[in-house]
Nanobody, 122 residues
Framework: QVQLEESGGGLVQPGGSLRLSCAAS????????LGWFRQAPGKERQFVAA????????YYADSVNGRFTISRDNAKSTVTLQMNSLKPEDTAVYYC???????????????WGQGTQVTVSS
């Protein structure tokens, strides 16, 4: 069992930056790949980024590649999503999720946080 708690959401202007964090707890937390997904109003939840259990591999959605960076610190059991050059279309609730391997597919993730709101607006 893995518990996940996101933090760091908020309101930011277009072109700005925001840093999301996710604290993972539970016996196998550091053995899991961790990912970020987002869901905008009226839209399906979509993949954003994911990182393997040891940080050695990462995946990004094309829409965020080059702007967002995912990283993890297993000593602190945290995963971070650094978001730069934010656009209004990045507005969504961002969710942290855990899976036993590195995937882009939402259905492969077993554990989910409650989400944190990111709003990009002037």
């Amino acid at each position: 069992q893995v518990q996940l708690e996101e933090s760091g959401g908020g309101l930011v202007q277009p072109g700005g930056s925001l840093r999301l964090s996710c604290a993972a707890s539970g016996r196998d937390a550091t053995d899991h790949a961790l990912g970020w997904f987002r869901q905008a109003p009226g839209k399906e939840r979509q993949f954003v980024a994911a990182i393997s259990w040891n940080g050695g591999a990462t995946y990004y959605a094309d829409s965020v590649n080059g702007r967002f960076t995912i990283s993890r610190d297993n000593a602190k059991s945290t995963v971070t999503l650094q978001m730069n050059s934010l656009k209004p279309e990045d507005t969504a609730v961002y969710y942290c999720a855990a899976a036993w391997s590195l995937y882009r597919e939402m259905g492969e993730y077993d554990y989910w946080g409650q989400g944190t709101q990111v709003t990009v607006s002037s």
